[in-house]
């Protein structure tokens, strides 16, 4: 009689809805939410063999500040006694949910952070407290919802539009796992594209089209009498991916999201779950280059730039998120400039790269919202074949673009990144490192 201990897992969701009225996230500064239209949820679940334990979270919110997930896992490992470090939180990075930079400390936001920490680390707990044997598979789809953001103009400048000869991840990985007894217990679905399918103007809350490939996905795995596969949706490297359809409008999330949510289905019914073994894990942290100017003239000519739409925006009574957003840029780019003229180098930027392996499937997260090579390329070297990579996770660090992005400019490169063109070579590395540490 075998004596090695069994995979277990166990997943639990707690409902992560603010209340109304709270400023919204994406789109480069956004207005109080005036309504609810779907749910947003957090998803934990926890893998469990013998001593070794990992857990995974998935949230639909924009993103989560590195401070605020360090003290989820704290919470969680003194409820659970998981490892911190063990512990991986990921965001969907829907434009319809939250603002929760922990620099904008709004009565709501403070109330709504200091809840959400124990909704986290409470769903850790529950799903650890619930584990149960089960068997697991991988498999991989392809999904054409998304297209390259990064459209070129006749002059050479790059805007966000469509760019239909551009690089796109398509792919979709599945990770299967039924309960040994029978019955599905969850499937999570990697994919790389931008929750913006209902454009800038909607202040209606929303997981966008995640939310009704969940509703889908659990629908279609419930119909044998069971409870369904509860869904984690795993954003990818999709920071220069958008959905083909944006409109100011539901209807692109609900088409959108059942397309999706049709090939997720279609792979788990080819995937046949298999008794696995086997948990590891590794984490490291990044240094990554700060983004600096080419010149002191360039630097001067943005400072200028951006000083007088702050001054503009203030006058005609912006939004406190357009302000927010400008204050910012305004903020960054004075550092820069005062780093070139004074010679005193710019901190770098704090980041980490998360590996969890759990039998024939492999997460890699990392925080930022990285270009689509990226994530392919770590995927593509990676020594362990069924490799998911997820962006948005463990913090915030903004764009991570390819090098060649940084000449080319454009939104991902002039408005919202914090990290030189060395980030992505580092990423790609420390990920491939602590991915071998897991072979």
């Not at 919802?145 to 469509?162: A, C, H, Q, S, Y």
Request: aromatic share 6%.
């Amino acid at each position: 009689m075998s004596t090695s201990p069994t995979l277990t897992a166990g997943v639990a969701r707690a409902t992560i809805t603010p209340p109304v009225g709270i400023d919204m996230s994406g789109f480069a500064g956004r207005e109080p939410s005036l309504g609810i239209h779907d749910e947003l949820y957090a998803t934990a679940l926890v893998f469990e063999e013998g001593e070794e334990r990992v857990a995974l979270v998935t949230c639909d919110l924009l993103f989560l500040e590195a401070e605020f997930v360090g003290q989820v896992r704290e919470e969680a490992q003194r409820r659970t006694s998981l490892p911190a470090e063990r512990v991986g939180i990921s965001c969907s990075h829907t434009h319809y949910g939250p603002a929760l930079g922990l620099e904008r400390m709004d009565p709501d936001v403070r109330a709504y952070l200091e809840l959400l920490k124990f909704q986290l680390a409470g769903a850790i707990q529950e799903a650890a407290a619930n584990v149960v044997p089960v068997t697991m598979g991988v498999g991989w789809g392809a999904c054409d919802i998304g297209i390259n953001r990064r459209e070129r103009k006749p002059d050479g400048t790059i805007v966000l539009g469509n760019n239909p000869e551009g690089t796109v991840d398509r792919a979709v990985g599945v990770v299967r796992i039924d309960r040994a007894e029978g019955g599905p217990l969850a499937v999570i679905a990697n994919f790389a594209c931008h929750c913006v399918s209902q454009s800038g103007r909607m202040r209606l809350l929303s997981a966008d089209y995640p939310g009704p490939a969940r509703a889908l996905v659990k629908g279609a795995t419930s119909a044998t009498g069971s409870t369904g596969a509860t869904f984690l949706f795993a954003q990818g490297a999709g920071a220069n991916t958008n959905p083909i359809r944006m409109e100011h409008s539901y209807e692109p999330a609900r088409t959108l999201g059942t397309r999706f949510g049709c090939e997720v289905l279609r792979v788990w019914e080819t995937v046949a779950p298999v008794e696995t073994a086997g948990i590891r894990s590794a984490r490291q942290s990044l240094e990554l280059p700060a983004l600096t100017f080419a010149s002191v003239e360039e630097g001067q000519a943005a400072v200028a730039d951006l000083t007088t739409q702050l001054e503009n925006a203030r006058k005609n009574n912006a939004g406190k998120g357009s302000i927010h957003w400008l204050e910012r840029r305004l903020e960054r780019s004075t550092k820069a400039l005062e780093s070139l003229t004074g010679g005193e180098p710019l901190p770098t930027v704090a980041s980490e790269v998360q590996v969890l392996r759990v039998g024939e499937a492999t997460f890699c997260l990392t925080s930022g919202e990285v270009f689509c090579e990226i994530g392919m390329e770590v995927r593509e070297r990676s020594p362990l074949p069924n490799t998911l990579f997820l962006a948005y996770s463990n913090g915030s660090i903004g764009y991570v673009p390819t090098p060649e992005s940084y000449p080319e400019g454009g939104y991902e490169v002039s408005h919202a990144c914090r990290v030189g063109p060395g980030a992505a070579g580092i990423i790609v590395e420390a990920s491939l490192a602590a991915l071998r540490q897991c072979a």
